[in-house]
């Protein structure tokens, strides 16, 4: 069974920074896509960042020039290096996996981030 389990997220100033780490565990598959998606209170969780198995990445638009995104295939593992935080960055942050093989989808639990204005 694989696992997500994310790691990082905290209480931050507006202006601050913070770096999210996701290590997907249990047992050892290939991802096609390792992503972060987040979701504010009262809203729909929304992708933040994505990387695919060969180096594509897409960013949501208001994390454009702030937000990057990494990966260490061989540790299966995916980072979220936050920059520049606002308070409308506040959410609980996601892991996302989309197993290569099977095109299954694997969530983690989340991870709060809190940015106080």
């Known amino acids: 069974q694989v696992q997500l389990v994310e790691s990082g997220g905290g209480l931050v100033q507006a202006g601050g920074s913070l770096r999210l780490s996701c290590v997907a565990s249990?047992?050892?598959?290939?991802?096609?896509?390792m992503g972060w998606y987040r979701q504010a209170p009262g809203n729909q969780r929304e992708l933040v960042a994505r990387?695919?198995?060969?180096?594509?990445?897409t960013y949501a638009d208001s994390v454009k020039g702030r937000f990057t995104i990494s990966s260490d295939n061989a540790k299966n593992t995916v980072y979220l290096q936050m920059n520049g935080l606002k308070a409308e960055d506040t959410g609980v942050y996601y892991c996302?996996?989309?197993?290569?093989?099977?095109?299954?989808?694997?969530w983690g639990k989340g991870t709060l981030v809190t940015v106080s204005s």
């Open positions: 249990g047992i050892i598959v290939s991802m096609r896509t």
């Open positions: 990387i695919t198995i060969n180096g594509s990445i």
């Open positions: 996302k996996g989309v197993r290569a093989s099977s095109g299954m989808v694997y």
